[in-house]
């Protein structure tokens, strides 16, 4: 092709016709100017399909990781609110006559609440954007922002979980001891079957009636309302990432 060009030129040059030439020679850089702007465009568009095509990937992959950690939250959720929900129950104890309860019901009451079930986020497809810098790929501006304050949402949602288990291990346990029974407390959660049943029974006529064990108690239930909370929160905004990359994946 370049050779059938050269000659075309060599050929008017020879007739003489310069401003055949020059129009001629205009007309080559032209083409010359225009392929080479088809090829840059053609390549653009190949390496944006490219980036597409891996940004699809990385919304999929991120969309698997996030449900699995909200089935996994939301249960979590729902026992810390139910702990709680039985706390306030116990606390409007304090300070009245609890004959007429049971044994096995108290039990069963202060054991839920004392429960704690912590939320170890699966995040490690997450780091890899972040670290891999893929995390470019993505062109929704608000998904990449919660991506990119993900580790701080996980510790967001799980600091308060620790002061409560501070609180029970350094305090309300060693405060108990030899007055909550705790095999019995165990036992009816229908998880440690093969714990034996408790020697003695458990003295909630002293719990109920003593001012450290309410204000201890009250403490507990506070951080557990804000545990919950945090929790909620961190539902909501993986909730929302979702349907983003859903609504993204929808329009790709």
């Given at each position: ?66 449900k699995h950690n909200l089935v996994e939250l939301k249960e979590i959720n729902n026992r810390h609110k139910k702990g709680f929900d039985d706390g306030i129950y116990l606390l409007n104890l304090f300070g009245t006559n609890i004959s007429n309860i049971s044994e096995f019901k108290l039990d069963s009451l202060v054991s839920n609440v004392l429960s704690g079930y912590s939320f170890e986020a699966k995040d490690g497809y997450v ?126």
């Amino acid at each position: 092709m370049i050779n059938f060009f050269r000659k075309i030129r060599q050929n008017l040059l020879s007739e003489g016709k310069t401003g055949k030439y020059l129009k001629y020679a205009i007309g080559e850089i032209v083409l010359v100017v225009i392929g080479i702007l088809i090829a840059l465009q053609i390549n653009n568009w190949n390496e944006q399909r490219k980036i597409e095509n891996s940004e699809i990937e990385i919304l999929k992959s991120l969309e698997t990781e996030l449900k699995h950690n909200l089935v996994e939250l939301k249960e979590i959720n729902n026992r810390h609110k139910k702990g709680f929900d039985d706390g306030i129950y116990l606390l409007n104890l304090f300070g009245t006559n609890i004959s007429n309860i049971s044994e096995f019901k108290l039990d069963s009451l202060v054991s839920n609440v004392l429960s704690g079930y912590s939320f170890e986020a699966k995040d490690g497809y997450v780091k890899s954007l972040i670290s891999s810098n893929k995390i470019d790929y993505i062109q929704n501006s608000e998904l990449k922002s919660y991506i990119s304050s993900f580790e701080s949402m996980i510790i967001d949602a799980n600091q308060e979980d620790g002061f409560i288990r501070r609180l029970l291990n350094e305090r309300f346990w060693p405060a108990t001891d030899g007055k909550i029974n705790c095999l019995n407390g165990l036992a009816t959660t229908g998880t440690y079957e093969e714990f034996p049943k408790g020697t003695y029974s458990s003295d909630y006529e002293w719990f109920f009636s003593n001012r450290e064990m309410e204000d201890l108690f009250a403490n507990i239930l506070a951080w557990r309302k804000e545990n919950v909370v945090d929790e909620q929160l961190f539902i909501d905004k993986m909730e929302r990432m979702i349907q983003i990359i859903n609504n993204e994946l929808k329009e790709k």
